[in-house]
């Protein structure tokens, strides 16, 4: 069993989502500790709900990013943690600690990247005018929203929608692809090599691109 951690700063959909797929009987994977850098994250119930051991690292207690990540190595190691996913974790890592957790740390993001990278991602999908969007699953490195990516699934835009409309959509579809990533990795069918992911048993890079329907 994969011991895992997840990071979160707010609402906690995701983490939601992990909780429910880890659940499932034969998951390689556990949660072990959620960490919120805001003590008031709506997902820390969410957590203390499941039974998972919680940790808050206020980073408003902190005066440097470096204290911050040291912390937050700190408690890592000491509850074992093998894995981290970032799932809506609003505090940008030094280059010390993703090096440190490389290829053992991942992210979601609501848009195919390398596409629109950054905040107010889906407001600038509208603005772009394209006709589909989603989410991506990847490891990460240093510079904010890069690194290889391990799953997307993609949504399509609609002529009338709202960022908000857009954002529920893409969150169904990170609802799905998150855990896919996770079972992915930790049943250890996901290598990096030359910063591109090959999954084991996938026989095209399709294989692991969803295309939920607006219902599922
Ligand atoms: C998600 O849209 C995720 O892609 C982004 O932050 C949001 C977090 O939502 N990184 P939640 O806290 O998981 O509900």
């Known amino acids: 069993m994969m011991r895992v951690a997840v990071l979160i700063t707010g609402r906690g959909s995701n983490l939601g989502a992990l909780v429910e797929a880890v659940s499932v009987k034969d998951f390689p994977a556990e949660i072990a500790l959620v960490l919120s850098s805001k003590p008031d994250a709506a997902g820390l119930e969410i957590a203390e709900k499941a039974g998972i051991p919680t940790a808050i690292i206020d980073h408003n207690d902190f005066d440097s990013r470096t204290a911050f990540d040291e912390a937050l190595n ?7 943690i093998q894995f981290i996913c970032l799932a809506g974790f609003m505090r940008i890592l030094t280059e010390e600690f993703v090096g ?10 609501p848009s195919l990247l390398p596409s629109f990278k950054g905040r107010n991602t889906h407001e600038r999908v509208l603005h772009a005018g394209v006709c589909f969007s989603g989410c991506t699953v990847h490891f990460v490195r240093p510079e904010m929203d890069e690194g290889p990516a391990i799953v997307q699934a993609a949504v399509p835009v609609h002529a009338e929608d709202s960022a908000d409309d857009l954002a529920a959509r893409v969150l169904k579809a990170e609802h799905h692809a998150y855990p896919l990533a996770l079972r992915l990795i930790a049943e250890g069918r996901v290598r990096v090599i030359d910063e591109k992911v090959h999954i ?7 294989d692991y691109l969803l ?6």
């Open 200 to 206: 084991e048993g996938a026989h095209s890079p399709g």
């Open 74 to 80: 700190e408690h890592l190691e000491a509850a074992d």
């Open 100 to 109: 440190k957790w490389r290829d053992r740390l991942i992210n979601i993001h």
């Open 211 to 216: 295309n939920p329907t607006e219902e599922s």
